[in-house]
């Protein structure tokens, strides 16, 4: 590839970026990409967003892997890890409430959560992450796809930096390996919608560590200390509703709440 056709690139997926932010802001779905963005130009669509959102002032607080169980891969019609980025601006902290105001289609899914003690960067192996992880927490994230019609190729979704939207964490406990075959529970208003286990995430959470030293190895940037890892949803999303109180719940680990709000204006 040439110089100019770095610098085209560049410029044309800067453009992308600012189409998704834009719908993200707004809260107005777009058109797919679909064949106009290779896998690697779309994570290079991804960085773009990182930085428009860091010239707004937003904090990277972490990173995200997308598809590591079947249920999702089912839902979506898509069958390769993924990763994202998260910022302090999609964090609900605890006892606010979620307004779903200027978001497109919202879903929501039960996961569970790493944080690092120290900073992670690219280079940084998977045995040097595993000794940086230093707690472990149940957790909920909050996906918006700013496509129409929440259907993306692979390549879309990992522009739209996988459909991050916002998380909420539970209480951080000590991390330890032994996180496979605890049951997850979904509720919404106290009734069941959800249920899974947290085997469906690779069929180890601990994998989903591994994943994420490959993938940021590949595409990442460097993460601060006190970033957290979500390792993908553990059963399939389901859409979020105003006034509406959702729980779940990792079987010896804990519980996340969040509160929807009445408003949509
Ligand atoms: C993409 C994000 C997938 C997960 O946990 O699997 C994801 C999507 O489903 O829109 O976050
Ligand atoms: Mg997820």
């Known amino acids: 590839m040439t110089s100019s056709q770095i610098t085209e690139n560049r410029g044309w997926h800067a453009s992308v970026a600012a189409r998704l932010d834009q719908a993200e802001t707004s809260g107005i779905a777009i058109e797919q ?29 972490g990173a995200k892997l997308g598809f590591t169980s079947k249920a999702k891969m089912e839902q979506m019609g898509v069958d390769e890890v993924i990763s994202g980025f998260l910022t302090d601006r999609m964090l609900i902290p605890p006892g606010t409430e979620l307004s779903l105001s200027r978001l497109v289609h919202p879903r929501i899914e039960p996961e569970i959560a790493f944080r690092f003690k120290r900073e992670i960067h690219p280079g940084t192996s998977y045995e040097e992450i595993l000794e940086n992880i230093d707690a472990v927490a149940p957790a909920v994230e909050i996906i ?17 930096n996988t459909s991050a939207c916002r ?35 690779l069929s ?24 957290v890892l979500l390792a993908g949803a553990a059963t399939a999303a389901i859409p979020l509703e105003p006034s509406t109180e959702i729980t779940a719940i990792v079987a010896g680990l804990g519980t996340v709440e969040i509160k929807i709000s009445g408003d949509l204006a």
């Open 33 to 61: 990409f679909n064949d106009a963005l290779t896998l690697d130009g779309a994570y290079s669509v991804q960085r773009e967003l990182l930085s428009v959102r860091r010239k707004r002032g937003e904090q990277l607080s």
């Open 144 to 160: 918006d796809s700013r496509y129409r019609n929440f259907s993306f190729s692979l390549s879309d979704v990992v522009a739209d």
């Open 167 to 201: 998380y909420a964490l539970g209480e951080w406990v000590e991390f330890s390996k032994n996180l496979a075959g605890r049951a997850v529970t979904m509720l919404v208003d106290g009734t069941i919608v959800e249920t899974g286990t947290t085997s469906a995430i």
């Open 204 to 227: 180890d959470p601990m994998l989903a560590i591994e994943a994420f030293a490959r993938m940021n190895q590949k595409y990442g940037t460097s993460l601060p200390a006190g970033a």
